[in-house]
């Protein structure tokens, strides 16, 4: 039998159809990077529970805080929302010579820690400014001006672009041990303003470290040269006992402005 040549486009054709023919069906599409990441919020792992780590905050409730020199939450300060603490902006008020308001609202764990480790994470709104506090006697810190803010170890919150307090030094900045230790610029990364940041704080014995998104950005050691030094430095120095080493609270604190936290949670260490 004679075969009539094929036309080439023809060919090529018949070709790729059996080519597709034999090939695998196509996988199905992957999930979208966001959807993949997506966090969960405010709840320990069974990692986490089984390693004796605590949750601060559930994310609809204030059990477990109050404010300091209250018997309550001063609703007027906090809400929560959409899973996180907020702290609300309080506009034009008095305030304190460090810019504290003079009627604010330090929010507070009703219970306390000696030796710990507390991981939260924490964003701020444009010019904000906060802290962590630890090592908080609520009797020692009533006792002073502004009543209802901590006295205690601060772990400083700030949009360092926009909060002019940042001027006034590296102690200041986001990170720092408040108006004591500045943070390690070379290993400290901060998130832009509007998104969070992961902070970790750790206090055993006398020893205690800030931690960054993952990068350890100060160091101290109670009863050192060197902390001595510090602490008379500092606006703490006419505070007789400031630095005692106690049982004390964990306090998020009220400077006036927008900001917010989520997933508190900490482990007690020995």
Known sequence: MKFLPLKHGLLLSFVALFLFSCADPPAEPSPPLHAQQAPVLNQLTPDEAAAGWELLFDGTTFNGW?????DSVPEAHWIIEEGM???VASGTVPTAPDGQPMEGGDLMTIATFTDFELVLEWKVSPGANSGIKYNVSEAFSVAAPPTNAALGFEYQILDDDLHPDAQNGPTRIAGALYDMIPPDEQARVLQPVGSFNTARIVFQ????EHWLNGKKIVEFDLGTHRFDSLLAASKYAPLDGFADRRDGHIVLQDHGDDVWFRNIKIRRLP
């Open 66 to 70: 109050r404010g300091l020199g209250r």
């Open 85 to 87: 603490l907020r702290k």
């Open 205 to 208: 014995g006398s020893h205690g």
